[in-house]
Structure formats: C-alpha cells, structure tokens
C-alpha cells in the first residue's frame, strides 16, 4: 500500500487479489496518474466530490474501470445531488457547484468485486464503504485522522452513519487509513470514541 500525493482528500494505491486498485481519486487526477505505472481500477469510497473529481482524467490514461456502491453511482453521475446542512453544508455546497470536472464513463459496481471483502457503511452517504485489506481498512469518510466523527452537516443520514460507526468498531481490523489525516489505530479509536 502506498498513500499518494493528492489534492481534497488521501489516495492510497494498493494491490487487493493480483489486482491493482486506487482508493479514491482527489481532486487533481493528473497529478495522481503521474505516480502510477499500471492500474487495474479505481474503488471509491463515496460520492462525495473531493474524492471523485479526478476519477475520470485517471479512467482515461489506464482505461480502467471505476468501482462505487449502487447507492452512491447516481450521485456521482449527478442524476442526484446530496443536501448538506448548516453553515459548513452551504459552504461545501457552494465548492461543489463551482468544481468543474469530467464524470467517469466506465462506472461499475463495487458488488461485482466479489473477491474483495467491502462494508456498506452508509450514512455519511447512501453508498459509503470500506474496503479491507486483511487487517488494514480504507475507510473514506467513516473516520478522520484521530480517530474523529465526520461533522453532521457533511452527513446524509446522521442516524445511520453513527450506526455505521458502532459497527465498524465491532469488526476485526488493526489499522484504518482514512479520507482525511492519519492513519488510525484500532485499540486508539476504542478508547477515544469509547464514550460514544
């Protein structure tokens, strides 16, 4: 695994059964596509526009597919939009609109990958996941560096993404590599999301 240099949020390029996969795109995917000699997919974690607004400058120079859960693909088609709440939602709201970049065009779903063990952790979006990599996990959203909750307003379904959360802790797995900052430590993310 190899976490890559990228605009909007982490990238991490990693060999999941003989094949190689990106995990999410970033903002800039350009720059990401420099880095990489060979590439059999992408597998984004969720819709979310900082994580996808490179997916299709990298679809076009390796001509691989592009993986997302059924629930997240028409939001990042755009046939649906999400709805961000409070101050910090219009503000996100309002950097969306005014991203310009190229849908992928060779979407698929991420239940075709059969071979590689992934969560459905909905709730930050409708299709959010996590995808494991024996006791590592790339886990989008679901948490941030320091073991932090992703704030409400960024949420679709507050509810179901702390649900998403519990369940995620119940799992086995040692190390977690988020969207955003540090990698996280199972036994650090225990004690402090231990009230929760």
């Not at 596509?33 to 997919?41: V, Y």
């Not at 886990?139 to 995620?168: E, M, P």
Request: net charge positive.
């Amino acid at each position: 695994m190899m976490k890559l240099k990228s605009k909007g949020c982490n990238v991490y390029l990693t060999r999941l059964n003989e094949r190689i996969f990106l995990i999410d795109t970033g903002m800039d995917g350009k720059m990401v596509a420099e880095q990489i000699k060979e590439l059999d997919g992408i597998i984004i974690t969720h819709a979310h526009f900082d994580h996808i607004a490179g997916a299709r400058d990298i679809e076009r120079t390796f001509g691989c597919p592009v993986f997302a859960h059924p629930d997240d693909i028409p939001y990042i088609l755009r046939e649906k939009d999400f709805t961000y709440s409070g101050i910090l939602g219009k503000i996100v709201k309002f950097v969306e609109k005014m991203t310009k970049f190229s849908l992928p065009e060779n979407l698929k779903s991420v239940l075709d990958l059969r071979e590689i063990k992934i969560l459905h952790t909905p709730g930050h979006t409708p299709g959010s996941i996590c995808i494991f990599e024996g006791e590592k996990v790339y886990c989008g959203d679901l948490l941030r560096g320091n073991a932090k909750l992703s704030h409400k307003s960024f949420c679709s379904d507050y509810g179901k993404y702390l649900d998403s959360v519990r369940t995620f802790l119940n799992l086995e797995w040692k190390t977690a590599f988020p969207g955003h900052g540090g990698e996280i430590e199972k036994s650090f993310a225990l004690k402090k999301l231990k009230k929760f």
